[in-house]
C-alpha cells in the first residue's frame, strides 16, 4: 500500500537517527531517564513468553542503557524457531 510508504520513511529515519545507519531490522525504540534509545534487535531464536520475556527484555534494556555498549553477537545455533517457545 504506498499510501503508507511516506509514514515508513519518516518512522525509519526517526528511527536511525537513534541508533544509527549502520543497522539493520528490528530495531526497538525505549526511553530510560528521559533519554530517547534505539537498537538493533533482538535476534531470538524462538519466541520467550512470561516471566522470561521480561527478563530477557530487562537485560536488553539494561544494556543499551549504557552509554558505553555496542554489541554483543554470537553464532546461531539453528533456523528459527517460528510459532514455537523456547
Given at each position: 500500500d504506498e499510501s503508507l510508504d511516506a509514514v515508513i520513511r519518516d518512522?525509519?529515519?526517526a528511527v536511525l537517527d537513534l541508533a544509527g545507519d549502520d543497522v539493520g531490522v528490528p530495531i526497538i525504540e525505549f526511553e530510560v531517564g528521559g533519554a530517547r534509545r534505539a537498537i538493533y534487535g533482538p535476534i531470538i531464536g524462538a519466541a520467550v513468553r512470561g516471566h522470561e520475556a521480561d527478563e530477557l527484555f530487562e537485560h536488553v534494556i539494561a544494556l543499551a542503557?549504557?552509554?558505553t555498549f555496542f554489541e554483543l553477537k554470537r553464532s546461531r545455533s539453528?533456523?528459527?524457531q517460528i510459532g514455537t517457545s523456547g
Open positions: 518512522s525509519m529515519k542503557s549504557s552509554e539453528g533456523p528459527p
